[in-house]
């Protein structure tokens, strides 16, 4: 088991393993990540960067992928839902 | 780190850890780009629980003398270089020759319901978990179509995932001539035998399609079509996914010709791994989906050609000709039952970017026309899901690429030396 990151999601702290990605902290707390243009609720669909639709914002910077994006101690992620 | 390359591989999945390795070996200044934070690509995914198989550790330790460029997304091509972005900037790296392994991503079709929370492609499911995705004791539903269901829910349940069972569009009768094959195959025979042994208990099915999705805020809910009537199954996440395509943005962005096999259409080579742009090879699954044995033997192929030890090149042509057939073997038995192109009514959106149902693209009979009155594959994935989804359905082909080819920043396009004029891209 590896160590352990601590970071906010939406203000709410969350903890997973160092490794992990955006998309997996945020998913301890929420199953939405975005909303769509028309505004139902969105989550991660491919996995591996190609689909866009787990699109956060992460330390300010908007349209961030959240499934390319190891998580790091203190990382400020706000989602759109 | 350097600027230039004598040999640059863009893509650090099996094909492209052994291109850029051999022609390391070989002497040459190698540079290996991906978008993804480490090197492994899908296949070798890092899995933040599990060790990787010895295979990806020791293709990933020989990378001596390469200079891993990790989280670099490539955007636009220059003369002889690449414009790429990472999370300092843009960067300018230009090449002597350059190897494409820029592997497959999932083939994901539009089904009543798909575009709610929980709802992921299969091998989607397998790269979020191994990165954490919060599976443990989730009642998962696998469906699609291939091998790969059976690695995702091998991966799931090892995660603690509670696999309620994998659906396979493909008949009985073609899967288990599939496996009567497989005795020709012998290493992939012990893996699928592997893979069924650790799978043991978990119901494998086929002829059965997922028909659609229901649930308020994510799924909750899937119905099933089996060959003996509508299975309606309560489930926590659904993982569905019918198979690969090449990723071959950048290679058209490149010039380089495409084929086809189908309606998706993959990097045309020669026996030699040679694009039809000159010292541009393409190796692995973006010259057309032969999984990993090919990947790791196009790789190595690519990179001895590209440094000019063509010997070694040829030498490699069998095996990795033996293991294409083994890909061929797969397309054939796994092909996709045509009702799986009728899923969509008018009301299923199709493009989760811009929200276009298939309803809005009635009538329209080129990819071009219906982004113009309906904004189709205009957002953020390019058309990376709808455009093929479209194409697979035989709506109409996905248009070219054109840069860039991932959404970039401003000050990234902002250092483009060479601006593409918008009639070089038009029609393409």
């Known amino acids: 088991m590896s160590a352990q990151v601590k970071l906010s999601v939406n203000g709410s702290l969350v903890e997973v393993p160092a490794g992990?990605?955006?998309?997996?902290?945020?998913?301890?707390?929420?199953?939405?990540?975005?909303?769509?243009?028309?505004?139902?609720?969105?989550?991660?669909?491919?996995?591996?960067?190609?689909?866009?639709?787990?699109?956060?914002?992460?330390?300010?910077?908007?349209?961030?992928?959240?499934?390319?994006?190891?998580?790091?101690?203190?990382?400020?992620?706000?989602?759109?839902? | 780190m350097p600027d230039r390359y004598d040999v640059l591989v863009v893509g650090a999945g099996p094909a492209g850890l052994a291109a850029a390795q051999t022609a390391a070996a070989h002497g040459a200044r190698v540079g290996l780009l991906d978008a993804q934070p480490r090197p492994g690509g899908q296949v070798w995914r890092h899995d933040v629980r599990h060790q990787a198989p010895r295979a990806a550790r020791e293709a990933i330790a020989k990378l001596q003398g390469v200079d891993v460029l990790a989280s670099h997304s490539v955007v636009a091509v220059e003369s002889s270089a690449l414009r790429v972005e990472t999370a300092e900037g843009g960067r300018l790296i230009s090449y002597g020759s350059l190897i494409l392994a820029t592997g497959a991503r999932e083939l994901l079709l539009p089904f009543p319901g798909w575009t709610l929370p929980g709802i992921t492609g299969a091998g989607g499911l397998q790269a979020l978990t191994k990165q954490g995705w919060p599976v443990a004791g989730k009642r998962v539903v696998i469906a699609g179509s291939g091998p790969l269901l059976l690695a995702a829910a091998d991966t799931l349940r090892k995660h603690g995932a509670q696999v309620l069972g994998i659906y396979e569009q493909a008949p009985a009768a073609s899967v288990h001539a599939f496996a009567r094959q497989l005795r020709h195959w012998p290493a992939r025979a012990l893996q699928a035998i592997g893979l069924r042994v650790r799978l043991a208990g978990v119901p494998y099915r086929f002829g059965s399609f997922?028909?659609?999705?229901?649930?308020?805020?994510?799924?909750?809910?899937?119905?099933?079509?089996?060959?003996?009537?509508?299975?309606?199954?309560?489930?926590?996440?659904?993982?569905?996914?019918?198979?690969?395509v090449p990723n071959t943005e950048l290679a058209q962005l490149l010039g380089c010709a495409m084929d086809y096999l189908g309606p998706h259409p993959h990097v045309g080579v020669d026996r030699l791994l040679r694009t039809s742009m000159g010292g541009v090879y393409a190796a692995g699954e973006a010259g057309g989906i032969g999984g990993l044995a090919v990947a790791r033997l196009e790789g190595a192929m690519a990179a001895h050609i590209a440094t000019g030890h063509s010997v070694a090149a040829h030498a490699l042509a069998p095996q990795r000709d033996r293991?294409?057939?083994?890909?061929?073997?797969?397309?054939?038995?796994?092909?996709?039952?045509?009702?799986l192109h009728a899923l969509g009514d008018d009301s299923t959106m199709v493009c989760r970017c811009e929200d276009v149902t298939l309803g809005d693209l009635n009538g329209f009979t080129d990819a071009r026309a219906a982004k113009l009155a309906t904004r189709c594959g205009m957002g953020a994935c390019q058309g990376r899901i709808c455009g093929t989804?479209?194409?697979e359905l035989g709506r109409f082909p996905r248009s070219g690429a054109r840069p860039p080819i991932f959404p970039a920043r401003l000050a990234t396009l902002a250092g483009l030396t060479t601006l593409p004029s918008d009639d070089a891209y038009r029609g393409s």
């Open chain 1, 20 to 81: 992990a990605s955006v998309a997996a902290a945020i998913a301890q707390l929420t199953t939405q990540f975005r909303r769509s243009v028309s505004g139902t609720h969105r989550a991660p669909l491919c996995g591996m960067g190609v689909c866009f639709e787990c699109r956060v914002q992460v330390d300010g910077v908007a349209h961030v992928r959240a499934c390319m994006t190891p998580v790091s101690e203190g990382m400020q992620v706000i989602t759109d839902a």
């Open chain 2, 210 to 244: 997922v028909r659609r999705a229901q649930g308020s805020d994510s799924v909750q809910r899937v119905d099933i079509d089996t060959p003996t009537g509508t299975q309606t199954v309560e489930c926590d996440l659904l993982a569905v996914g019918y198979g690969l």
């Open chain 2, 323 to 339: 293991e294409r057939r083994f890909g061929a073997l797969l397309a054939r038995h796994f092909a996709l039952d045509p009702r």
């Open chain 2, 389 to 391: 989804a479209l194409a």
